[in-house]
């Protein structure tokens, strides 16, 4: 009896053992196909407005401004903002970024503390190729990137071109030429001199580093697009360039 249970449990104790190896050797293959994620790197400089009170509280804490009773909103909190981009020097792998522009326009909600947003959408300039609009998203959105929240939606518009100009004076941005959107700051009246007034030492959103955020409030700013325009004056506005790398994600 000794003999036959002997017989009986070294080939079952072989097929178990064989079993998690041959387990254990498809997980090496499957993370030896799996491609690593490209190395990048992004410094880019952003015209960017919001419904907010000057200055922005998104940038101090998770709930935007609630004065939106002149603007129709009932006291409800939400911060709608629009983003003209311009990537002083980026690459994704291969791919090189320097020079593009796009447009992100959209909504944080009421409070984004739980990681949840509500809605925001692109527009690149024509110019852009496919493999650089994948390098932008996979560059800005997701955890521990520069915008790491969930959103309820975020699409892609028409393509449309995007003009770009700053000057010590002020800043403005336009999304087909106004017809899309249009972002125009002014330089902070309430500066002691000429020179800007730049805010320093302060975190945009998953950004690794900026070089501050040049207050300029809003003498317009605008997304004329889709089913939810919106249109603000005397807002929230500023100018920041931010740096950041694939080594800062964690």
């Not at 110019?127 to 929240?149: C, F």
């Amino acid at each position: 009896m000794k003999s036959l249970k002997k017989h009986v449990l070294l080939p079952v104790s072989l097929l178990i053992v064989l079993a998690v190896l041959a387990v254990a050797h498809s997980r090496v293959l499957a993370q030896q196909a799996k491609p690593a994620a490209p190395e990048w790197s992004v410094n880019a400089t952003i015209i960017e407005a919001c419904s907010c009170s000057m200055f922005c509280p998104c940038y101090f804490s998770t709930k935007p401004s609630p004065e939106h009773e002149g603007h129709g909103g009932g006291g409800k909190h939400y911060c709608q903002f629009n983003m003209g981009y311009r990537v002083n020097r980026g690459s994704y792998g291969t791919v090189k970024l320097d020079g593009i522009k796009f447009w992100i326009a959209g909504d944080l909600g009421d409070d984004f503390g739980d990681n949840q947003t509500e809605w925001a959408e692109v527009t690149f300039e024509p110019s852009v190729t496919k493999e650089q609009r994948d390098a932008v998203a996979a560059i800005l959105l997701g955890p521990g990137h520069i915008y790491p929240w969930k959103w309820s939606s975020f699409t892609v518009g028409k393509d449309a071109p995007v003009e770009w100009k700053a000057t010590k004076e002020g800043a403005e941005a336009r999304l087909d030429g106004g017809k899309g959107g249009e972002i125009i700051l002014a330089h902070n009246p309430t500066a002691m001199s000429g020179d800007q007034t730049v805010i320093s030492n302060l975190k945009y959103f998953g950004a690794a580093r900026n070089d501050g955020f040049i207050l300029m409030p809003t003498q317009s700013h605008a997304y004329r697009v889709g089913p939810k325009p919106f249109e603000f004056k005397g807002t929230n506005g500023f100018m920041i360039t931010i740096d950041m790398t694939s080594k800062d994600v964690h």
